[in-house]
């Protein structure tokens, strides 16, 4: 099975950057579509990004589109997640999730998770 270890989280202040990094282990992982969700306390987990395999078909949420970017590498068989002009609203944990699902924002079709990493966006 693939394990999914989310790092680079912590507290940054509104209108500030952080890349979060999420490390793979698996044999397949190059084949799969990568997502990465979030979630507050008390509220929905939320689609934020997701990438597939080729780097080819990139998707966001319309809260963060312009202002993150995925991308991966799949030698390093790490997943990144570069966070512009974060705002508070951004303040959740982050958690990546993989392998292949077809709708890529849906949390269900996700077979795998990481444990997730708290981001803080202070005002």
């Known amino acids: 099975q693939v394990q999914l270890v989310e790092s680079g989280g912590g507290l940054v202040q509104a209108g500030g950057s952080l890349r979060l990094s999420c490390a793979a282990s698996?044999?397949?992982?190059?084949?799969?579509?990568m997502g990465w969700f979030r979630q507050a306390p008390g509220k929905d987990r939320e689609f934020v990004a997701a990438?597939?395999?080729?780097?080819?078909?990139?998707y966001y949420g319309d809260s963060v589109k312009g202002r993150f970017t995925i991308s991966r590498d799949n030698a390093k068989k790490t997943v990144y997640l570069q966070m512009n002009s974060l705002k508070p609203e951004d303040t959740a944990v982050y958690y990546c999730?993989?392998?292949?699902?077809?709708?890529?924002?849906?949390?269900?079709?996700?077979?795998?998770w990481g444990q997730g990493t708290q981001v803080t966006v202070s005002s």
């Open positions: 999730a993989g392998d292949g699902p077809l709708r890529v924002a849906t949390p269900a079709e996700y077979d795998y």
């Open positions: 698996g044999r397949t992982f190059e084949h799969y579509t």
């Open positions: 990438i597939d395999w080729s780097n080819t078909n990139l």
